[in-house]
C-alpha cells in the first residue's frame, strides 16, 4: 500500500513540477511542495518499517518542513 501511495505521489508530483516548468506558470507550486511532502512522509514510514530509525526521521523532519512551506505558500497566495 505504501508502496502505490509512494508512486502516485511521486508521478502527480513530477506533473505539477513539468507543468510549471512548460507554462512559466508557478502558482501551483505549494500543491506540488505538500505532495513532495506527502512523498517524504511515505518514505519515512517505509524505513521505519525497514528498522532504519535515522533516515526516517530524516524524512519525517523533511515532511514537516516543505509542509510549513507548502501553507505558507497558500496563505500567500
Known amino acids: ?5 509512494r508512486y502516485i505521489f511521486s508521478v502527480v508530483t513530477i506533473l ?8 512559466k506558470n508557478y502558482q501551483f507550486n505549494y500543491i506540488m511542495m505538500f505532495l513532495l511532502g506527502l512523498t ?3 518514505l519515512g ?3 521505519f518499517r525497514k528498522e532504519k ?7 519525517v523532519i523533511v515532511f514537516l518542513f516543505s509542509l510549513f512551506v507548502s501553507i505558507k505558500g497558500f496563505l500567500l497566495s
Do not use: D, Q, R, T
Not at 500500500?1 to 501511495?5: A, D, E, Q, V
Open 1 to 5: 500500500m505504501l508502496k502505490i501511495l
Open 45 to 47: 514510514l517505509e524505513e
Open 53 to 59: 530509525k535515522m533516515n526516517g526521521w530524516l524524512f
Open 16 to 23: 505539477f513540477a513539468a507543468y510549471g516548468l512548460v507554462s
Open 40 to 42: 517524504m512522509l511515505i
